[in-house]
């Protein structure tokens, strides 16, 4: 009955699968997981390829990138079972019940939504520490504050939908660049009634980066966000909001401006070892408003 859905990407997935093979197997469940290698580096591929030995996995190497929407569009096209299970290649299993607590709850015609956690304690890696704080105080939300805004909340990191429900909405394949998928694919869910239920049911995210390669995905991220503000109006998020507001005002040049000034300055502080998540706001909101 279950489909677990893996998007690989120079990342070793073994201990994930090895994790989510056990747990489906106690289970006595119906299952597959795919995982497709995404264009990874050959020193990724390697270990990964293990995985073809392992009972009930499916993997396979794809000849070039297909991005983070297309990719997971693939695997839901091979995926046989009626119910599939998404979760990015970084994660941990942090939970003996994981899949089961996704099994209790299943409904038709809706999307659960499990959430993501870190580690209590920072890395000992200053050029990690950015992530993690992010992590910590962006993306780790309670589920009580998450189902208050059940769409906004959605990401893609570990979620489980009916198969019919997903291919009927897809993600995006406009969608080339890094970020916003989820918003997108959050968009039509709502558009169709579609409701999110959120699940105390976390994976962890181990796959930390460095604030440098964090930020350049932070501007791919912003450029995508305008594309798919531009292209659907009603796309509603905090950056939004208030770019919405500033450009009303007449405000957005003279603003972009004064930022600009800043903008060493903003990097630095980010790449401290007390980075303020108020000054990456900042940071996003200087990248939105010289955007064209």
Known sequence: MLSILIPVYNFNVVPLVEDLQVQALEL??????????????EAYKIPNRALSQIEKVIYQELPQNLGRAKIRNELAKLAVFDYLLFMDCDSKVVRSDYLKKYIDR?????LLYGGRVYKDFPPKDKELV??????????????????KQAYHA????????????????????????????????GFELRNRNIPILHL??????????????FLRKTKKG?????????????????????????????????????LGLFEKQIEKHLKSENPN??????????????EK
């Open 130 to 147: 950015f992530h993690w704080k992010y992590g910590r105080t962006r993306e780790q939300v309670a589920v009580e504050v998450r189902q």
């Open 277 to 290: 998540m108020k000054i990456f706001d900042l940071y996003k909101l200087a990248l939105i408003l010289r």
């Open 222 to 258: 912003v450029r995508n966000l305008l594309i798919i503000y531009r292209q659907n109006a009603f796309i509603e998020t905090r950056l939004l909001r208030v770019y919405q507001k500033i450009t009303k005002l007449g405000l957005r040049y003279p603003l972009s401006y004064i």
């Open 106 to 110: 299943v409904e038709a015609r809706t």
């Open 154 to 185: 959605f990401q893609t990191n570990n979620f489980l939908v009916p198969k019919s429900v997903f291919m009927d909405i897809r993600f995006d394949e406009k969608l080339v660049e890094y970020g916003h998928e989820d918003t997108l694919f």
């Open 200 to 213: 105390d049911n976390p994976l962890e995210h181990i796959g930390l980066e460095a604030v440098d390669h």
């Open 28 to 41: 006595g469940i119906a299952f597959e997981i795919i995982c497709l290698d995404d264009g990874s580096q």
